[in-house]
């Protein structure tokens, strides 16, 4: 029997000893345009691709409070690490949900093998005995160059005539895929986010997940794995592994901030950068915003897993409201950042320094299309005066 209490306490003991690594690592890996194989090594001796994982695969099976806080510590040090370790873990939990014949084929010989992802639906697919032929083009694949797997979305036509399309999820192996190495971005370079090719693969139909079992929180997966974990609402959790690092990020940035203007004294006019008001306020501002956006996200996976518990799944008005609350983060935490940016001096237009690192890390986290607030914002409003949900990604 697992001592989960325990497991937490090292996890995030090992995550804050990381911090400094990652952030002497960080401007190699952003050369690189990849992880660092060291960092990769550290994630798994530390179990932090388990910690989501279903205890029969060896996994932890904790709870998102849990994960996100070790994500979010990893981001102080480097956003790019904790990017990658959000997306990729959070497909260990997701492939609970495939049949399990699905987890079979990616863990029965090495639980540690994982999964890359890209779920724009712009897969092409074709019906055949046993499942499907699937080609196309998928970008913004964030880890793959580390995965034997990816998840890959499309919309999967009627079987009938008349009938509405099935927007699923499809397994494949790496065998089946190239990496086209064309990531070439202003921030979280690290996350090797490239561009994964398909040409007519064949994917049996066990190897899917439709969305709407996710939705329903009824998946295949649910038979073998029963834990309260696996009944959460799969767009809650994923939405939160693209947002989440930006909070950690943040409070990288404010420790830096601290550190590099606490003697500091400006050169054209020989004031204290302490006595500044704008550096003063800039500080105050992003302490309350990562505050605020970590309360939000623990609170409402609390609530989440204590209905998981209990077996009452949440309304859509509460689900609509745990989305916003996910795409805000990165707008209010990219706000914060820039205004740390703008009161540092003319040092932070390097971009080896860490405020710059933050700055492009996090602005680019948030033009991530699930942490682009003002559709989820008209979203929750109309639905909190009566009208249907326009979103289902929830």
Known sequence: MLDKELIRQRLLQRARELVPVLRERAPQAARAGRLAEETLRDFHDAGFFRILQPARWDGYELEPQDFFEVQMTLAEGCMSSAWVLGVV??????LALFDDRAA???WGEDSSVLISSSYMPVGK???VEDGFRLSGRWGFSSGSQHCQWAFLGAMVPPAEP??????RTFLVPRHDYSVLANWDVMGLEATGSH???????????YRTHRSIDGFMQN??????????LFRI?????FVRAVSSSTIGALQGAIDLFGEVNRQRVGVND????????????????AMVTVDECKTVLLRNFALMMQRARDGQPLTMAERVKMRYDSAIVPDKCAQAVAALMYNSGAASIFREHGLNRAFRDIHTGRAHVANCPGKYALNLGAVSMGQDSSDFFL
């Open 219 to 228: 998946s295949p997966g649910n038979a073998v794995n029963t834990a309260p």
């Open 104 to 106: 079979q084929d990616v």
């Open 270 to 285: 020989g004031r204290k950068i302490v006595q500044d008001p704008g550096a003063q306020t800039a500080l105050a501002n």
């Open 233 to 237: 609402p799969f767009g809650q959790i």
């Open 89 to 94: 873990a959070i497909h260990n939990w997701q």
């Open 125 to 127: 697919v074709t019906r």
């Open 162 to 167: 008349g009938g509405a399309p099935d927007y």
């Open 195 to 205: 561009d994964v090719l398909v040409e007519d693969a064949f994917v049996p139909e």
